[in-house]
């Protein structure tokens, strides 16, 4: 790559651990200068994207690591992404209806990701998400231009991880999976481009992404519960790791639908909330867990336009479907999550995260915005059905 001026972004805690300690090291060893940015925010905002970037802009960068979590690896590709247009204004990448959504036509520098948590996959993809703070949702920059150069898969980075930050992980792995195996078929997405640097980052099912999802949706199934339970059993730990870089493999070509696009809310209308296991000083609903909680809903909602792939996953997952008819998918699909939920002592729906019906109308018009994701749901949803689908999550058990 030739760098000779590196920016290495991570976060507050992770500046302490070891997964740092080892590039900063590695940097030093082979005389390359960098400057470190470790304020990276846990769930990143608008905000902390844009002094991420100031940063960037000011050390007139010639290459980046990321070293951390999604947030991370995130806010380093927009961070690469405004430093390399510098004339652009912050909502002109932005997905649309938030921002403007413009092709990104720049050349970007060289991007290396290291992940140290085992769920966005976003080492693998061109995705970069936040939370919009004027309209309390979360949207993002959807480009493969923003796709890291390298990813750096090592599962000793994740032994650090507390059992909470990897179940929280691995059940974004899951949803990844179930999702794009779901989504709607490529074939089925409308309306085509005019133009291919129009084309969406995502694509909807297809038989290339139908393989990484099922693949990362067997590890999953065997080894999410062992790694969660065991910090020292590395060998559950890796394959978490190996699956996250899998189903993002997926889903960033395939795309995510409901759970996802329900999820942004979830996480930018937080009150009071603050996960276990996560050193922040803000309230936060993380990531996995705002995505899964209303898997149940969202599974039985979709299951009628495809029942054999969801009979499928809920096979993978444990149940007997021997016996099990097509209209029995979306039941089945569902308890099945919520027993996997159960035993891994998963938060009982919305309302432990502080929401009540009365925070519906608020859920649904974060969704919304989301059409990204939403649309490439296999069902078209209304309002009405959304509203049914947050209520319906707001117990799990």
Not at 288 to 304: C, H, I, K, N, Q
Not at 372 to 378: M, N, W, Y
């Amino acid at each position: 790559m030739g760098a000779k001026n590196v920016c290495l972004m991570t976060d507050k805690n992770l500046s302490q651990l070891p997964p740092v300690q080892v590039v900063m090291n590695s940097l030093t060893k082979n005389g390359i200068n960098f400057k470190v940015y470790a304020k990276v925010r846990v769930e990143p905002t608008d905000t902390s994207f844009m002094e991420a970037i100031e940063f960037a802009k000011k050390g007139a960068f010639d290459a980046f690591v990321a070293v951390g979590g999604g947030s991370t690896m995130d806010t380093c590709k927009a961070a690469n992404l405004y430093s390399s247009s510098p004339d652009s204004e912050f909502l002109d990448y932005v997905n649309a209806p938030i921002g403007k959504g413009k092709p990104v036509c720049v050349p970007l520098k060289p991007l290396i990701a290291v992940p140290t948590t085992s769920g966005t996959g976003s080492e693998t993809t061109g995705v970069a998400i936040f939370d919009y703070e004027r309209l309390k949702v979360k949207t993002g920059i959807a480009s493969r231009a923003i796709k890291p150069t390298l990813g750096l898969i090592d599962p000793l980075h994740t032994l650090h991880m507390p059992d909470r930050v990897v179940a929280n992980s691995g059940f974004d792995v899951l949803c990844h999976a179930l999702e794009s195996y779901t989504a709607l078929p490529y074939h089925q997405r409308s309306p085509c481009p005019s133009n291919p640097i129009t084309r969406p980052a995502y694509q909807g099912s297809n038989p290339i992404s139908d393989i990484w999802a099922v693949h990362a949706l067997k590890i999953v199934a065997k080894y999410l519960k062992r790694a969660v339970r065991n910090p020292d059993d590395l060998e559950a730990r890796s394959n978490m790791h190996l699956a996250s870089a899998f189903a993002g493999i997926g889903f960033g070509n395939a795309g995510v639908h409901l759970c996802h696009g329900m999820s942004y809310p979830i996480s930018g209308l937080v009150k009071t909330y603050k996960a276990k296991d996560y050193s922040v000083d803000h309230p936060l609903v993380p990531h996995g867990l705002s995505v899964v909680l209303t898997s149940p809903a969202v599974f039985t909602f979709t299951a009628e336009m495809s029942p054999e792939r969801h009979l499928e996953t809920a096979e993978i997952l444990g149940a007997d479907i021997r016996t099990a008819k097509n209209q029995d998918a979306g039941p089945i699909l569902a308890d099945t999550l919520r027993k996997f939920l159960s035993d891994l002592d998963v938060d009982d729906g919305l309302a432990a995260l502080g929401y009540s019906t009365a925070d519906i109308p608020a859920l649904v018009r974060g969704t919304l915005p989301q059409e990204r994701v939403t649309k490439l749901a296999p069902r078209p949803q209304s309002e009405e059905d959304l509203s049914a689908l947050f209520e319906a999550s707001m117990k799990l058990y």
